[in-house]
């Protein structure tokens, strides 16, 4: 076998051995119980543009009222969609600014929706009288809303706020708490675009 | 080269190939610890686990061993930077590297077995940091809280695999490139091998030669016949099991590589009544593999109906844990049907190749609190961790940033069978015969509104007040109000808790089949012997044949070659009707003496064996 | 639904193993006895240069045709008896012709059988000891209903029966009856550990060791535990052995002079204990497997850095690195015999050490603090 054959081989095993290098963390570590955290304090923005972007699911559920509420009712609409929970603080932080963008956008069709995770309604209803929360917000004990954007945009932890444009399109996502001008930056050149629409109807 | 040995000088130029044949007797030996044969050679690679090669053994069992690295620049030739690199890469194939390696890794694993661990237990390592303020960080730079994670471990496992990688798959290749190889030819003076044996026969030298062949054969030695002898040679297998154990931990430590790359592992803790479904936001801890993305977590959900633990409530085993059960309800995927599962220790669920495990449970004390204004600001379980096993004595924390006037923040102990022991309050036994919480009550700002991120069991006291009211324990449906229009908190029940570690690891079977070849592979080098016989049969004066049998086995240490000769000899023998043996012309003066070295006492060792 | 324990026969294990404890060491005292009685040398020891010396022609099966040469007469096991003289041509007997291969007429027929009064009364009472022994650990596993190896108390005492069985074996089978006293020496000084300060009453298994896994993983560690017992002590002797050599050919006085009398020469004892080693070390390797996969279904993961994986992890390196230094010019002899030295200490510390200092998972040794 010659020295290249060898050293050629030689090098294929640096390979697989870096490939096993690169394995997140060590070898297999684990942690027998949960660290309670389960938010994300980074930011991260994802915008996408006409053309490519995804389409939001067709999500429904029961607001905190004990409303029957489905996104698909909003299509027409811009929809604000952030998830949060009442125990998290980088949501707390937040929602004022979700509140008060809520208020400001009224009334140009764009409209705002909560979803809440791991939250017991009682403390969910205090916080939205805390933060004086306006717009609804559909309950998700189980994570069945979450795991319905597995498919699209997921959010990577809470708070994660979602951009729906008229289509029912995703068109920005923001991971991590949002700031009052940041947010708006965004929902307004979103609101300033018409619906696609098939047929020449608009709704 | 340096130390090459004499008898050994066909494979001094290190070309890796077939030892070129010779009728040296020394070539066909397995010479033993013969300090004259060691020279400065260090057997590079040379032999196997299980093997008890001398440094020329390569010369003889031609499996392709580089000899040993020499010094560079010996001889008066300058290397250049091939040269060097060609020095350094024999340099880490060689056996004495892999040797100093694997110490380094045994020695490099203690202090992640000693200190405290961040992956396994981070808890232990904050206690470590408040135990020993000035040396912690020290350590924590050498990254003695992660040994297993920290970089300078990684470089040892993966330079050791890389000297394995180097030494083992060359040799692969010419394994296979020397599967038709036949044996070496038979050395002139069989006496002077360590198992011989000579008798007289009346068949003519040929009839003799090819009725040794057939035996042989049948026996499926690799033959090769010549004038006036026939060369034999079995146990190629060792080289086989060697490389295949070799390989086979080289592709496990590929399996577990794509494991971490493609895997990842999650905690989740689920209170009697809740479900989950397996996306990033419902995890507590999420550990993704470097290409894992969220998205394609497999979406299966569990809920959890109910939780039962039994205990043993008497004799020297009271207050251990006999039985757990989670009774669960889960679906693969969002709309597919659900299915029940009981939940248990050492009896996971599998959904979509994922797995899910029962590794912990607890107890949630569930709380409702009314604020000063009399609003029901919170209504639900808490978990409270348990902090020593027996009892199951359990902490944990209320927050409730959305009462008024100001923000509430409980730290509480659950104890589930309270009973008084010299005045103190401690928990008897784990089960729930007589919850009570005992609560230290706090009002201020809980730190939760700027934004910043906290462990949901643990309170920042930093803007917060004590209130001025001694903690009781409270039964259940009891409460306590709170001073200064606070508000009030009851104690309205309690639930069970358990927690989940949920890991897919696409290089679990992977690894399994990989040790499993190992294994295989090692079991296979242990047992199987290389070895060679050969058979000379030379007419004598007076018309019959004097037949010769020699045989060296690669590594005697594992016995048993003495009999096989001996049975081997005396089949031989049989077959070609041989008569009382004559002397061996005495040529060999000089090896006259009746002392014997290494085969007695192997032959001592074995006696039994083949009977 | 709690397991009933059954207290009678979990007292008759105890008095099983009261009864070995006395009966081993009574052992040691008939294997002391025989050292010191026996008249004759067991062989001329090996001077190092006779290794080199390439072998003659050695006759097969010639064990009978002993030359007269340093014929040990009743040798206790192992003999260095040249298997015939040269230019002498051999007698193809066969291997049954060779016997015992010890020469000048011992009585070898039995084969299973040492020779001498004492050496006799320490086998026999090594092997009543031995089944005194089983009985415990039977009657303890079945008082328990549950294979008896749940903790320290019983883990020390299947191990040490282990050790004893194996050195029983070893005995017959290479008629290696010598080490005898030497292995037994720890085994008594566990199981007198065992019964007083470790002891811990019948109970039944915590719900995560109450797997079929338990009857495979840890008995594969026992097994090869006591194999890397046998082959620890045997090392130590042949380090004894070696510096006697040693010391002799230097002209200098050695203190184990007499000792060495009854004891092969280096080579055998080498050998003897890497035999052992290369029985042990795969059972090792599986017994870290079966655990891997037990681990994986109780815990969630196959490999944790858990402080027993981890020390099981570095004891099979330092084995690993053992049979590697068998194959490597230098290394061979004395410091191979040291590495293995090193493995059995990181075994000492992985089965002892981590259970009653270090927590982890594997905290089960039914010790309290």
């Known amino acids: 076998m010659s020295r290249r054959t060898a050293g050629g081989i030689a090098l294929a095993a640096v390979a697989a051995l870096a490939v096993a290098g690169c394995a997140s963390g060590p070898i297999g570590q684990d942690t027998p119980q949960s660290s309670g955290q389960s938010f994300v304090s980074g930011s991260g923005t994802n915008l996408y543009k006409t053309g490519s972007r995804p389409l939001a699911p067709d999500i429904s559920g029961t607001t905190l009222t004990g409303q029957h509420l489905s996104l698909a009712s909003y299509r027409g609409s811009v929809v604000v969609l952030n998830f949060w929970g009442s125990w998290c603080g980088p949501c707390r932080a937040e929602a004022p600014d979700l509140a008060a963008l809520a208020t400001h956008f009224r009334s140009r069709g764009v409209r705002f929706l909560g979803i809440d995770i791991r939250d017991d309604p009682t403390g969910a209803d205090a916080f939205d009288k805390t933060f004086q929360v306006t717009y609804p917000s559909l309950n998700d004990p189980g994570d069945e809303l979450a795991l319905d954007f597995r498919g699209t945009v997921p959010p990577a932890g809470i ?8 289509s029912g399109r995703i068109a920005a996502r923001v991971v991590g708490s949002v700031s009052y001008n940041g947010l708006k930056a965004l929902i307004t050149p979103v609101a300033a675009e018409h619906p696609v629409t098939t047929g020449g109807a608009a709704r | 080269m340096s130390g090459a040995p004499t008898g050994g000088g066909s494979r001094g130029t290190g070309a890796g190939g077939t030892a070129s044949p010779t009728v040296d007797p020394r070539q066909a030996e397995f010479p033993a610890d013969a300090p004259g044969l060691d020279g400065a050679a260090s057997s590079a690679g040379g032999a196997g686990p299980g093997d008890e090669a001398g440094p020329a053994d390569g010369a003889v069992f031609a499996d392709g061993a580089a000899p040993a690295p020499a010094a560079p620049g010996l001889g008066g030739a300058r290397l250049g930077p091939v040269g060097w690199l060609r020095w350094g890469w024999r340099q880490l194939t060689s056996m004495r590297t892999a040797l100093i390696l694997l110490f380094l890794l045994a020695i490099a694993s203690v202090p992640g077995s000693v200190l405290p661990q961040e992956g396994v237990d981070p808890a232990a390592v904050s206690q470590y940091y408040a135990a020993h303020p000035s040396l912690a960080p020290i350590l924590n730079r050498l990254s003695l809280f992660s040994v297993f994670a920290a970089p300078w471990f990684a470089a040892i496992y993966l330079l050791l695999f890389l000297s394995l990688a180097g030494c083992v798959l060359p040799r692969t290749f010419r394994l296979v490139g020397a599967a038709r190889q036949q044996p070496p030819r038979a050395p002139r003076r069989l006496a002077r091998l360590p198992m011989a044996a000579s ?36 146990g190629y297998l060792r080289e086989v099991g060697n490389l295949l154990f070799h390989i086979a931990l080289l592709a496990l430590l590929a399996s577990v590589g794509i494991g971490g790359i493609f895997g990842y592992k999650a905690n989740r803790l689920l209170i009697a009544g809740q479900s989950f479904a397996n996306t990033p936001t419902a995890l507590d801890v999420f550990r993704p593999g470097r290409l894992v993305s969220p998205s394609e977590l497999q979406p299966f959900s569990v809920a959890l109906q109910s939780f039962s633990a039994t205990y043993v409530s008497s004799g020297p085993q009271v207050d251990e844990p006999e039985t757990f059960n989670a009774a669960l309800r889960y679906s693969a995927a969002p709309g597919s049907p659900t299915h029940g599962f009981v939940l248990r ?27 000063g204004a009399g609003a029901v600001v919170f209504n639900g379980p808490v978990p409270f961790i348990p902090v020593e096993q027996a009892g199951l004595t359990s902490e944990g924390v ?13 730290a509480g102990v659950f104890l589930p069978t309270a009973a008084d022991q010299n005045g103190q309050l401690v928990s008897e036994f784990p089960a729930a015969q007589n919850p009570r919480v005992s609560l230290v009550s706090y009002a201020g700002n809980l730190g939760l509104n700027s934004g910043q991120s906290q462990s949901v069991y643990q309170l920042d006291l930093a803007g917060m007040h004590r209130l001025s009211i001694a903690p009781r324990p409270l039964a259940v449906g009891q409460s306590m109000t709170l001073p200064n229009g606070n508000g009030k908190i009851t104690f309205t029940g309690y639930r069970q808790w358990i927690s989940l570690a949920i890991t897919y690891d696409p290089g679990q079977l992977p690894a399994l089949i990989s040790g499993i070849m190992a294994l295989a592979g090692l079991i296979l080098s242990f047992m199987v012997r290389r070895r060679r016989v050969f058979v000379r049969a030379t007419a004598a004066p007076g018309g019959h044949t004097v037949v010769a049998v020699g045989g060296l086995a690669r590594s005697d240490a594992a016995g048993g070659f003495e009999s096989e000769f001996a049975e081997l000899a005396r089949e031989l023998r049989t077959a070609h009707d041989g008569s009382s043996p004559v002397p061996v012309p005495a040529e060999p003066t000089a090896h006259g003496t009746t002392e ?7 032959q001592s060792l074995s006696i039994r064996e083949g009977e | 639904m709690p397991v009933i324990i059954n207290h009678g026969l979990a007292d008759a294990s105890n008095g099983f193993l009261l009864a070995t404890v006395v009966l081993y ?3 040691m005292l008939s294997y002391a006895c025989d050292f010191a009685f026996r008249k004759e040398r067991l062989i001329a020891p090996e001077p190092a240069q006779a290794s080199a010396k390439v072998s003659e022609l050695v006759g097969v099966g010639s064990a009978g045709a002993a030359a007269g040469v340093a014929a040990p007469a009743g040798a206790a096991g192992a003999t260095g008896a040249p298997v015939g003289s040269a230019a002498v041509a051999a007698r193809p007997e066969g291997p049954s012709g060779s016997g015992g291969g010890s020469a000048a ?6 084969g299973l059988w040492p020779t001498g009064f004492w050496m006799r009364t320490a086998f026999t009472l090594t092997c009543t000891g031995l089944t005194a022994h089983l009985a415990a650990i039977v009657t303890r596993g079945l008082a328990e209903h549950r294979v008896p190896w749940g903790n320290m108390y019983e883990f020390i005492a299947a191990i040490s029966c282990m050790a004893v069985l194996v050195l029983v074996t070893v005995s017959i089978r290479f008629r290696a009856y010598y080490i005898g006293l030497f292995v037994l020496l720890p085994v008594v000084l566990a199981l007198a550990l065992d019964v007083t300060v470790v002891y811990t009453p019948a109970g039944s298994l915590v719900p995560a060791l109450n797997s079929y896994w338990i009857a495979i993983h840890v008995t594969a560690m026992i097994v090869a535990s006591g194999l890397y017992i046998v082959g620890a002590v045997v090392t130590a002797m042949y380090l004894i052995a070696d510096r006697n050599e040693r010391r002799t050919l230097a002209g200098l006085p050695s203190r184990t002079e007499g000792l060495m009398m009854h004891l092969p020469g280096t080579t055998v004892l080498d050998r003897l204990s890497y035999r052992t080693i290369l029985f042990a070390f795969p059972v090792w390797t599986f017994g870290i497997m079966a655990g891997a996969i037990w681990a994986d279904h109780a815990w969630g993961r196959y490999w944790g850095w858990d402080p027993k994986e981890t020390w099981s992890f570095i004891t099979w390196v330092v084995y690993a690195g053992f049979l590697h230094a068998r194959a490597t010019a230098g290394w061979r002899g004395r410091r191979a015999a040291y590495i293995q030295l090193a493995g059995f200490g990181c075994l000492m510390f992985n089965l002892i ?11 089960y040794a039914g010790l309290s603090g």
């Open chain 1, 159 to 166: 708070p994660t706020t979602l951009v729906i444009d008229r």
């Open chain 2, 199 to 234: 008798y007289v026969t009346p068949l003519p030298p040929d009839e003799a030669l090819s009725s040794a062949g057939r035996l042989l054969g049948g026996k499926r030695f690799r033959l090769r016949t010549g004038d006036g002898w026939v060369s034999a040679e079995k």
């Open chain 2, 345 to 371: 220790v050492n009896h996971p669920l599998t959904v979509d190749n994922v797995s899910v495990y029962l590794i912990g449970h607890g107890y949630a004390p569930e709380f409702k609190v009314t604020d």
């Open chain 2, 398 to 410: 209320v927050k409730v940033p959305d009462a008024a006037p100001s923000q509430l923040g409980f």
């Open chain 2, 596 to 602: 014997s070295v290494s085969s007695d006492n192997d």
């Open chain 3, 25 to 27: 060491a009574l052992a």
């Open chain 3, 105 to 110: 007429g011992d009585s070898t027929e039995a």
């Open chain 3, 353 to 363: 050490g981590i259970n009653l200092w270090v927590t982890g998972l594997h905290s």
